[in-house]
């Protein structure tokens, strides 16, 4: 025959093994970003698990949604000197040079062959 564990003494063996227990009030959204979406919980209940300093989130929700995440350029900025570099290398104008620097996301030696496989 088990034996029922009660509340009291289950905080009781859960603090002995290190182990908090909580809950986080009045958070009304939680996001979680991947490389390519967004999952948004609405109006969820977060407990919070606190093991020897390690945290553990458990997010419930009401409304739970995701939507796709466009990725944004990098813009990458072009020291002069690089664009001045490139320019001289192949003989081709400093805006021309600019431009394939940025296409290459600053990649000297690819834009520099970029521009002599163009002619």
Known sequence: MRRRVSPREAKR???????????MPDVQE?????????IIVENPQVAILD????????????RITERAVE??????????????????QTGKSVEEAKRALEETEGDLAKAILLLQTKG
């Not at 063996?13 to 809950?23: A, I, K, N, P």
């Open 71 to 88: 990725k944004e350029a990098a813009k990458v900025t072009i020291p002069e000197e690089d664009v001045r570099l490139v320019a001289d």
């Open 13 to 23: 063996m859960m603090q002995r093994m290190g182990l908090s227990m909580g809950e």
């Open 30 to 38: 939680v996001i979680f970003k991947t490389s390519n979406k967004e």
């Open 51 to 62: 093991l020897h300093g390690q945290k553990i989130f458990q997010v419930t929700g009401e």
